[in-house]
């Protein structure tokens, strides 16, 4: 359903970690961490987006400080995690397994929240279900499956371009036409090749994402992810894992939200996102009856969208006292 309030709440205000580090999770890999609120408050992880988009301050600052333990990290590759935009020993399964180190070692904590956005609804949920003893809660936005009309909807003709042709056409340029057939492959190889050619690419991959998340036009996302550090590292493990289908079977994550039974959870919803549409929150849904699902009305993709970040801020103040 539908859901609009009429006094809209926002961010808490800004704080500080209290301790931040690098965990060697292994495979060459280290990852950014740091804690946030209260040392002895109510657990809960943060899954960013992308994959590859990194964490931000802002993310802390969805839960209230006083009652939560916010651990907030960088996945492999991307932001102050290293080394900076590997591919190597970079799939979903890694990330679980790293999100379980980071409880363990880290947190140093028995169940968490799982909150996620985006890609970050795909992990949460394939870290879930695999681990569905250690989630109190699960917190999701802009739900992704990484089902296959999902890849093809962003990334081929006739999903997101005919919302924005003129965009997709930027999209296309530096494809010549003979690899149009697949746009994923073709970016592929140019994201693997020689710096010039991988920073043009990288460049057209993120702007074309930029273009798409945002309900209104905003010069400022474009830039952040049009910037080198964000677009080489966003454009180099999105495709690949785009390429890998997420290293998912099809369907997969629908087929096993069966294991998700019992556990308490909220979707927020963009209507009108045209990065990740309501479809997949729909048939999460219906998969997972227990979930309540929140469509926005004037929402689209982003966390930072009004009616989106009231919709998350009420859903971890819901759970602050469970």
Known sequence: MDAITPQRRTLYPAIEPYETGMLDVGDGHRLYWELSGNP??????MLHGGPGGGSSPDHRRQWNPEKYKILVFDQRGCGKSTPYASLE??????????IEKLRTQV???DKWQVFGGSWGSTLSLAYAEKYPERATEIILRGIFLFDQYEIDWMYKEGGASQVYPDKFAEFL????ESEHGDLVAAYARRLTGDDKAQL??????SKWEGDIVTLLPSPSTIEHFTSPDVAVAVARIE???MANNGWFEEGQLLRDAAKL???PGVIV???HDTCTPPAAAWKLKQAWPEVELNIIPDGGHLFSEPGVLDGLIRATDKFAGL
């Open 107 to 109: 947190a140093k904590v």
């Open 261 to 263: 039974k019992g556990i």
């Open 269 to 271: 919803q963009g209507r």
């Open 239 to 241: 495709n690949h894992y």
């Open 173 to 176: 340029a530096p494809i010549p």
């Open 89 to 98: 020993n970079n799939t979903t399964w890694d990330l679980v397994e790293d």
């Open 40 to 45: 002895d408050g109510k657990p809960a992880v």
């Open 200 to 205: 043009e690419a990288a460049k057209a991959w």
